[in-house]
C-alpha cells in the first residue's frame, strides 16, 4: 500500500490519519507532514520502507520462507539477505542491494519483516532423525 492511497483516504475524510496509520503502516507524522504539500508533491523513493519487489513477488518469497520453514529447512537472516539479492538479479529487478556482498541490506530485510508480520526469522535449531 503506498503513501498516496493513505493521504487520498485522509483527504476525502474517509478515515482518520491515526487510523490510515495504523491500516499502512505509515507514521501518522509523516501523513501529517504530506498532508500540509499540494497534491502530487509526494517522496518519489517512498521513503525508508521502499520495496524492491512487487506485491505479487514479495508474497511469493514469504511463502517460499514459510515453506521451508514447515519443511524443517528454515532460513537465517543472511540466507534470508543472501536469497534476495539473488532473486532480484535473476528477475533482473532494479536494486541497491550490496553487490560486493550480494546480500540485501539491512533497511530492505527489517521492512521486509514489517511488512510480512507473519515471518519470524530465527536460527533454525539442529533437529535429529
Not at 21 to 34: H, K, N
Not at 116 to 129: K, V
Amino acid at each position: 500500500m503506498s503513501l498516496n492511497e493513505a493521504l487520498a483516504e485522509i483527504r476525502i475524510g474517509k478515515l482518520k490519519a491515526s487510523v490510515v496509520s495504523r491500516a499502512y503502516g505509515i507514521p501518522e507524522t509523516t501523513l501529517r507532514r504530506y498532508m500540509k504539500l499540494p497534491d502530487g508533491r509526494y517522496p518519489v523513493n517512498g521513503g525508508r520502507f521502499r520495496k524492491v519487489f512487487s506485491d505479487e513477488l514479495e508474497d511469493q518469497l514469504c511463502e517460499y520462507l514459510l515453506e521451508m520453514s514447515a519443511r524443517g529447512f528454515g532460513m537465517t537472516k543472511q540466507q534470508v539477505s543472501a536469497f534476495a539479492y539473488e532473486l532480484a538479479e535473476e528477475n533482473h529487478i532494479n536494486h541497491n542491494f550490496d553487490r560486493k556482498l550480494k546480500k540485501a541490506g539491512r533497511d530492505w530485510y527489517e521492512s521486509f519483516l514489517f511488512r510480512h508480520r507473519s515471518l519470524s526469522i530465527q536460527e533454525p535449531e539442529a533437529t535429529s532423525l
